[in-house]
T-cell receptor, first 115, second 115 residues
């Protein structure tokens, strides 16, 4: 069985500040991990993915995440927040790399960016 | 190339009715998955179709069903609608095979409201 915990349902940062969104996972097999972003009334857009290659993963829009097996974590960071980053972010895990594998999602973190 | 297309975008139905949602995957993608998103339960996997066969199923009642056509387009049906079925239904497509098949691409969703 697999699960994802996102700490903090709401995170607020100032424009230009560091963004840190936390994700911890549980998986009985080596996990494949994903971060998705969702804007209001939109679907999910993939930000980045970890598929057992490099532990530091760079994604789109300046986001990156580091896979830490010892901490079972996959936190999402961005050095400098922009107003356009305001959205809901979902961490997800699957049992394999294939796009066909069912994704188990965390409950989401809503990011607010203050001017 | 065109992304995942879901129709309709919005739908209002009455309790007890049935509804059919449609999903056209990215050209060349053979796998289609469906997810339900609600404020209370978050994002939950419904089922996945590949080559016109249901390959994986989440924990939903039999009122939720789907099918996939030879052109990979998929439909999802919900019968005897309940108020709790009000949700954003998201479709995701993936290649289904091959080394690059590591992620699913989501459509914008169909917002179903049951009254």
């Amino acid at each position: 069985a697999q699960s994802v915990t996102q700490l903090g349902s709401h995170v607020s940062v100032s424009e230009g500040a560091l963004v840190l969104l936390r994700c911890n996972y549980s998986s009985s097999v080596p996990p494949y991990l994903f971060w998705y972003v969702q804007y209001p009334n939109q679907g999910l857009q993939l930000l980045l993915k970890y598929t057992s290659a490099a532990t530091l993963v760079k994604g789109i829009n300046g986001f990156e995440a580091e896979f830490k097996k010892s901490e079972t974590s996959f936190h999402l960071t961005k050095p400098s927040a922009h107003m356009s980053d305001a959205a809901e972010y979902f961490c997800a895990v699957s049992e394999g790399p294939g796009g066909r594998r069912a994704l188990t999602f965390g409950s989401g973190t809503r990011l607010q960016v203050q001017p | 190339k065109a992304g995942v297309t879901q129709t309709p975008r919005y739908l209002i139905k009455t309790r007890g009715q049935q509804v059919t949602l449609s999903c056209s995957p990215i050209s060349g993608h053979r796998s289609v998955s469906w997810y339900q998103q609600t404020p209370g339960q978050g994002l939950q996997f419904l089922f996945e179709y590949f080559s016109e066969t249901q390959r994986n199923k989440g924990n939903f009642p039999g009122r939720f069903s789907g099918r996939q056509f030879s052109n990979s387009r998929s439909e999802m049906n919900v019968s005897t609608l309940e108020l709790g079925d009000s949700a954003l239904y998201l479709c995701a497509s993936s290649l289904g095979i091959g080394q690059t098949n590591t992620e699913a691409f989501f459509g914008q969703g169909t917002r179903l409201t049951v009254v």
